[in-house]
Each structure stands twice: as C-alpha cells, then as structure tokens.
C-alpha cells in the first residue's frame, strides 16, 4: 500500500482511512466484481462506507488506471486491478455469465497492425468475446 499511495498522491488522489479500506478490499478481489458487491462486503465487515463512497470512490481509481473498469452488457459495471497484472482479453458467455480472461499475443499482434495502417496510435482497448461457454452448451 505504501507504493501505491506514493502513486495516488503523485496522481493528486487523497487516499483517505475510507478510501484505503476500499481500496485494499477491491485489491483483494480474484475476480471481476461489481461496486455492488463490494459495498455489501465493506459493509458486512462493519466498515462503515457508504454505497455513494464506493461508487465516487471506484470511479476514481478507473480514473487513475489502479483499476480497469468493464461493460459486459450487464446493466452495470465490473471493475479489476490493474496493479501487477498484465493486458488480457474476455471472453464472456451469454448464458451463465461466465467470464474467462485470456492473452493471445496473435490478436495483439493483429490490432498493432491494423493500427498502423490506419496511421492510428492505440491509448488503450478492451476485447470481448461473447458466446456459449463449454459448460453451458453441453447442458450441465
């Protein structure tokens, strides 16, 4: 954390003792999750942060890329750290919900191309793919 709050402050981000909770328990997190989610653990834990903190809160370190913020066609966002990990791609099924990240350096290799084609600098991308995973198109 003491990095990380090197980073925010350099970035002007004031990592208040809410802030710091949230965003160590958003860190922690193995898997996409939702502000929603991260709300009803915070507040199970007793942390006493508001659901409007969460929402203002995550929508600050999207801001400042310490967490990737994702639309899979849900109603709502999905966020992940971005700390320590490297670009991955999604797939996504339709039925279960599921998402499987993957890299595939091809497909990058690919967009680098089609880029510079287009004389056109890649800031940043996301690619999703939707479909049917393995589990739910053979029924179980």
Known sequence: MG?????????????????????????LQHKH????ELYET???KRAGISRATVY?????????????????????HLYESRLGRHHHDHLVCLKCGR????????IESEQE????????KIVSHSHKIYGLCHRCRVGN
């Not at 999750?33 to 929603?36: D, G, H, L, V």
């Not at 809160?57 to 639309?71: C, E, I, Q, R």
């Open 3 to 27: 990095e990380l709050d090197a980073v925010l402050k350099e970035k002007g981000v004031k990592l208040t003792e809410q802030r710091r909770r949230l965003l160590e328990k958003a860190l």
């Open 33 to 36: 999750f939702s502000a929603e």
């Open 42 to 44: 915070l507040r199970q």
């Open 56 to 76: 203002r809160t995550l929508k600050l370190l999207a801001a400042h890329d310490v967490l990737d913020v994702h639309d899979f066609d849900r109603g709502y």
């Open 99 to 106: 998402i499987t990240e993957f890299e595939n350096p091809d």
């Open 113 to 120: 191309k089609v880029a510079r084609h287009y004389h056109f």
